[in-house]
T-cell receptor, first 113, second 113 residues
């Protein structure tokens, strides 16, 4: 069964600290993996998209890594800010050209001052 | 312009009402999506339109009726909804399927009384 699992479910950190969110997937075939940030009550905003040939991709203070062999991805947030408080969702696309994206359940991050 | 707009932002309707949600994008995208998202859950795909034709219907009840009048507009007609249909309804668009950016709108918060 195609699944995307994220850990931890929730995380609280202090402003300025770094953190890493994990995503494991069992989707096959694999086309691409993306990370989204979703503020409460708002639509998700794309942070990164990686295909199977990409190992790492950065977007400002966000750095995503992908290991297609172990089917794992991580999102590292550097020097966290209060505005980073949101849900972070890992989404996997199972085949090229598909319109179906498999969503993980997300990690809820809260950054405290 | 990378914006997907949705109206209304909030909607409260009775179970006997008929209402419509509207989504618009001017990025020239040929794929448009409706998702339903319950609190603390990931978005669930409902419908996909590709080149203005219904491409995917994820076995959504007939009380939800999608419509794509043109390549920029996507509507979701609602009739005889149930309280459990209360959720955040997200519209998204992308150039095509696969490893491309998917842009989400801010969502419509629907409450069925």
């Amino acid at each position: 069964k195609n699944q995307v699992e994220q850990s931890p479910q929730s995380l609280i950190i202090l402003e300025g600290k770094n953190c890493t969110l994990q995503c494991n997937y069992t989707v096959s075939p694999f086309s691409n993996l993306r990370w989204y940030k979703q503020d409460t009550g708002r639509g998700p905003v794309s942070l990164t998209i990686m295909t199977f040939s990409e190992n790492t991709k950065s977007n400002g203070r966000y750095t995503a890594t992908l290991d297609a062999d172990t089917k794992q991805s991580s999102l590292h947030i550097t020097a966290s800010q209060l505005s980073d408080s949101a849900s972070y969702i890992c989404v996997v696309s199972g085949s090229s050209g598909t319109y179906k994206y498999i969503f993980g359940t997300g990690t809820r991050l809260k950054v405290l001052a | 312009d990378t914006e997907v707009t949705q109206t209304p932002k909030h909607l409260v309707m009775g179970m006997t009402n008929k209402k419509s949600l509207k989504c618009e994008q001017h990025m020239g995208h040929r794929a448009m999506y409706w998702y339903k998202q319950k609190a603390k859950k990931p978005p669930e795909l409902m419908f996909v339109y590709s080149y203005e034709k219904l491409s995917i219907n994820e076995s959504v009840p007939s009380r939800f009726s999608p419509e794509c009048p043109n390549s920029s507009l996507l509507n979701l007609h609602l009739h005889a909804l149930q309280p459990e249909d209360s959720a955040l309804y997200l519209c998204a668009s992308s150039q095509s399927g696969g490893a491309v950016e998917q842009y989400f709108g801010p969502g419509t918060r629907l409450t069925v009384t």
